[in-house]
């Protein structure tokens, strides 16, 4: 590890430009190492939040994560494509407790938690 952490050093890399690098490489010799990392990303987004030290920095980053992707689908659900695009100032409360509840269930459903 010390060996590979001079290397790094010595061509002005840290871990995540070195990531990064690989990543967006188009060299046929770096697809193996980008396999790797996109077949372990998972792995190691649960390694970092088990680690007592990057725990709360994993946390923050996926909550802010989760609320983006959700805010995200909302927006997306309020296109009048989808059926749910109404104005406020004339719409009643029965009508929001109504059938209209249901049918947002039912478009969450099916189009929201599909992506997911």
């Known amino acids: 590890i ?13 871990i ?5 690098g690989v990543l967006s490489s188009c060299e046929h010799e770096h697809s193996a190492a980008q396999e ?14 088990q680690h007592p ?7 923050s980053w996926a909550m802010v994560t989760v609320r983006t ?9 309020t296109h009048k494509c989808h059926g749910l695009h109404f104005r406020a100032t ?9 059938t209209f509840m249901n049918f947002i269930s039912e478009k969450v459903k099916s189009v929201v938690l599909g992506r997911w």
């Open 2 to 14: 010390s060996q590979i952490l001079q290397v790094l050093q010595v061509n002005n890399l840290t």
């Open 16 to 20: 995540l430009t070195f990531l990064e």
């Open 36 to 49: 790797h990392i996109i077949r372990d990303a998972e792995i190691m987004c649960e390694s970092l939040y």
């Open 53 to 59: 030290k990057t725990q709360p920095h994993i946390l």
């Open 69 to 77: 992707q959700l805010c995200n689908e909302i927006k997306e659900l």
């Open 90 to 98: 004339s719409t009643t409360s029965e009508q929001l407790e109504g």
